[in-house]
């Protein structure tokens, strides 16, 4: 029997110890990487009117913050926020087209999104109650943005777990500029799309509607600013249903048992 040349032994026995030593490089490195976390929205996300404030001010940044809280994320968060006060899902839309976005979209293990607040109030302030015709046209045309815009992020990562909040009913108790009765159709109408136009996509469906009844603006327990805009109190509890659902899914990603602790 020809017997192996020791050159050729040594020659596989270091492949082998290269690949091994990959192997335990890669594990490392997937068990110690950041987990990053992408956002996308309008004025919530961004934060109005503290987002020159130099602490925790949009949900988002709430969300950033109880995840850091997590003894087994704590400074293991990459945190970008894309939102911009005034857009709307044409502007959401065209921000993702950029190649530098898509770039922290391809690398984002979590993605959270809010919007349609904009597109809602300019129908709502463009058309009168009785032009259903006009409303639902604008509607409709956020309805298409939204399906460019999932099939863009999960074109971009098939992967990462993406959040969507629906929307709320404006604030609107002492404030007369918004005729409650079209807000509340509108708002049914556009939930309805979010939640439909999410499910093809696997991208979940944040309750955040009813978080904000009996904490109307003007209230005595108000949890807005203004109208339209939570103050400090309404972007935390916002963060809450958010937060809940993104740690139930990181308990499949071997994040650790102590995640429970913050979902019971």
Request: no cysteine; net charge neutral; proline share 4%.
């Amino acid at each position: 029997m020809k017997k192996t040349p020791k050159a050729a032994i040594y020659f596989t026995a270091s492949i082998m110890l290269i690949l091994i030593a990959g192997i335990v490089f890669m594990v490392h490195y997937l068990n110690n990487r950041p987990l990053e976390y992408v956002a996308f929205g309008d004025s919530l996300a961004h934060g109005y009117p503290y987002h020159n404030e130099n602490k925790a001010y949009s949900y988002t940044d709430f969300i950033l913050k109880q995840l850091n809280n997590v003894e087994e994320l704590k400074n293991k968060v990459s945190y970008t926020n894309y939102g911009i006060s005034g857009f709307t899902s044409s502007d959401l839309l065209t921000q993702i087209s950029n190649n530098d976005v898509l770039r922290k979209v391809s690398k984002a293990d979590i993605i959270t999104i809010n919007i349609g607040g904009n597109d809602m109030l300019r129908a709502l302030n463009k058309y009168s109650l009785d032009d259903y015709e006009s409303i639902l046209g604008t509607i409709d045309k956020y309805a298409d943005n939204l399906v460019e815009i999932f099939t863009e992020l999960r074109d971009k990562n098939p992967n990462a777990h993406i959040y969507m909040a629906n929307l709320f009913i404006p604030s609107t108790k002492n404030d007369n500029s918004i005729n409650q009765d079209k807000a509340r159709y509108i708002v049914s109408y556009i939930n309805r799309i979010i939640t439909n136009t999410s499910k093809p996509y696997n991208i979940k469906v944040v309750q955040v509607e009813s978080i904000f009844k009996g904490h109307e603006f003007g209230t005595p327990d108000s949890w807005f600013f203004d109208p339209l805009h939570p103050n400090q109190r309404g972007y935390s509890e916002m963060a809450k249903p958010f937060f809940t659902v993104i740690t139930q899914d990181l308990q499949t990603e071997n994040f650790g048992d102590k995640l429970r602790d913050y979902v019971q």
